[in-house]
């Protein structure tokens, strides 16, 4: 077989199209990097959906926990130590164990029960709530004098917020937040190896690493293979938010524009 049929045969596995069974020996490079891209279509998913929608629920957990009701302050506060507090492994252990007790409850929770919309569940929250840490920090940040122009200029609610406290609170959260992006990327590797199965063998590409790592006993080929696909995929993010950061900051001089500084996380 040669190397462009394996990639029809094997190109969109993940998503259950092409061929059914995985190969069983006589393993080639060609099929490695196939089937390892063909997983990364879903740790791509999982982050991008996470990500943007998290995005919205992180501003709104920022904006909860900087406000001065408790009613609004504290569970955006719980919240944030919840989801921080606790492994992520874990998140998706009790959140699939959970989601199975609830579908036999009402059938509305089927679909949780697979990975496709319950490991993106707890990606999501996990997400939401250490952006919104970041935004919250960025909101404390915020020039005094930022707020006193909006006030001098007659700007309240809703246009004081969407004109200089949301702007201002994204410029200086952006770096961090990068970072951030990168590590859920990153954490979308431990959606199969929680409790969420892999149906058919469709898993994401950590999945088929090791299915070939434990087929050859050489983890050597297909966990570089791995890194370098993610590698890949976090130059793509950190340009694009690059692209974002310089919208960001267009108003500012050239020579005093922040550029992005990526510190990976060792330790979440």
């Given at each position: 077989?040669?190397?462009?049929?394996?990639i029809?045969?094997?190109g969109?596995?993940?998503?259950?199209?092409?061929?059914?069974?995985?190969?069983?020996?006589?393993?080639?490079?060609?099929q490695?990097?196939t089937?390892?891209g063909?997983?990364?279509?879903?740790?791509?998913?999982f982050?991008?959906?996470?990500?943007?929608s998290?995005?919205?629920?992180?501003?709104?957990?920022?904006?909860?926990?900087?406000?001065?009701?408790?009613?609004?302050?504290?569970?955006?506060?719980?919240?944030i130590?919840?989801?921080?507090?606790?492994?992520?492994?874990?998140?998706?252990?009790?959140?699939?164990?959970?989601?199975?007790?609830?579908?036999?409850?009402?059938?509305?929770?089927?679909?949780?029960?697979s990975?496709?919309?319950?490991?993106?569940?707890?990606?999501?929250?996990?997400?939401?709530?250490?952006?919104?840490?970041?935004?919250?920090g960025?909101?404390?940040?915020?020039?005094?004098?930022?707020?006193?122009a909006?006030?001098?200029?007659?700007?309240?609610?809703?246009?004081?917020?969407r004109?200089?406290?949301?702007p201002?609170?994204?410029?200086?959260?952006?770096?961090?937040?990068?970072?951030?992006?990168i590590?859920?990327?990153?954490?979308?590797?431990?959606?199969?190896?929680s409790?969420?199965?892999?149906?058919?063998?469709?898993?994401?590409?950590?999945?088929y690493?090791?299915?070939f790592?434990?087929?050859?006993?050489?983890?050597?080929?297909?966990?570089?293979i791995?890194?370098?696909?993610?590698?890949?995929?976090t130059l793509?993010?950190i340009?694009i938010?690059?692209?974002?950061?310089?919208?960001?900051?267009r108003?500012?001089?050239?020579?005093v524009?922040?550029k992005?500084?990526?510190?990976p996380?060792?330790l979440?």
């Amino acid at each position: 077989m040669s190397c462009w049929e394996t990639i029809i045969d094997y190109g969109l596995r993940s998503q259950g199209i092409g061929e059914r069974l995985l190969p069983r020996s006589d393993f080639t490079l060609c099929q490695q990097f196939t089937l390892i891209g063909s997983g990364m279509i879903w740790n791509i998913y999982f982050g991008v959906v996470a990500l943007c929608s998290g995005f919205f629920l992180a501003t709104a957990v920022a904006m909860g926990k900087a406000a001065r009701n408790p009613l609004i302050r504290k569970p955006s506060e719980w919240f944030i130590f919840v989801f921080r507090g606790s492994p992520l492994f874990i998140q998706f252990f009790f959140a699939y164990f959970l989601f199975l007790s609830l579908k036999n409850v009402s059938p509305f929770f089927d679909p949780f029960t697979s990975a496709w919309a319950g490991a993106l569940v707890v990606l999501f929250l996990n997400t939401a709530a250490y952006s919104g840490e970041i935004f919250y920090g960025a909101l404390q940040s915020i020039p005094k004098g930022d707020t006193e122009a909006a006030d001098a200029y007659g700007l309240s609610g809703w246009n004081r917020f969407r004109r200089v406290i949301w702007p201002t609170m994204l410029r200086l959260a952006w770096p961090a937040y990068t970072n951030e992006a990168i590590f859920l990327f990153h954490a979308t590797t431990l959606v199969f190896f929680s409790g969420f199965p892999a149906l058919q063998q469709r898993g994401d590409a950590l999945y088929y690493a090791n299915y070939f790592a434990d087929k050859t006993f050489n983890p050597f080929i297909p966990y570089p293979i791995l890194a370098g696909y993610f590698i890949l995929l976090t130059l793509v993010i950190i340009g694009i938010f690059g692209i974002v950061n310089a919208r960001l900051n267009r108003h500012l001089p050239q020579d005093v524009r922040k550029k992005l500084k990526i510190k990976p996380q060792m330790l979440r």
